[in-house]
């Protein structure tokens, strides 16, 4: 009886994985604005890339399943899933971490407006960048070898001058630097 209560939970769990992949569906349409980045203001960032109730929730099964296995009790099994719940939770939100951002002005033709973003080289003022409009939110595309492309996944150690302008807060547009004002009052 356990062995079939704990391939019955395993298989939910595996099947729950499966409903979480991305994908896209025919005739989704998409809006794009192409524009230039003005300045940019370094930001923490917190990255919400995994779902938190997701992993909690395999993170329970699975620790309900390991529990049932260990002690072969109700209360084992209702510890496990205790456990397990707390680490895919706690799992998340180290995953989630608090990053460098930069809080981009962009300016298009339809006007100006402010972006956040997670940290990269590619994010300089001066960059032509596509924002995409969908559905799921916006992503953001540079220019970068003849191409619009996702900007790379780069920090501090790859452009450390950059990486210090923005953090002192002098990241301006153009060939000129001038510090970002917080408040505009200023």
């Known amino acids: 009886m356990n062995r079939l209560f704990c ?9 729950l994985a499966g409903c ?6 025919a005739g989704q349409v998409s809006m794009f604005e192409d524009g230039e980045i003005a300045g940019a203001t370094m930001i923490d960032m917190k990255t919400r890339k995994y779902d938190s109730f997701r992993n909690s929730l395999l993170g329970s099964i699975g620790g309900a399943v390991i529990g049932n296995l260990i002690g072969g009790r109700t209360g084992s099994t209702i510890a496990g ?3 397990g719940l707390l680490a895919g939770s706690a799992g998340t939100e180290l995953a989630n971490r608090t990053g460098d951002g930069l809080r981009l002005e962009v300016v298009t033709d339809g006007g100006s407006y402010m972006l956040d973003e997670p940290f990269s080289c590619d994010l300089r003022p001066g960059a032509r960048i596509r924002v995409i409009q969908g559905s799921e939110g916006a992503d953001v595309q540079v220019w970068k070898d ?4 996702v900007p790379s996944d780069t920090g501090e150690d790859d452009c450390p001058a950059y990486y210090k302008k923005v953090r002192t807060g002098f990241a301006g547009g153009g060939s000129e630097t001038r510090p970002h004002r917080a408040d505009p009052a200023d």
């Open 7 to 15: 391939l019955l939970i395993i298989g939910g769990a595996v099947s």
């Open 20 to 25: 979480s992949a991305s994908s896209t569906t």
């Open 81 to 83: 899933a205790g456990l």
């Open 146 to 149: 003849g191409a619009f492309r």
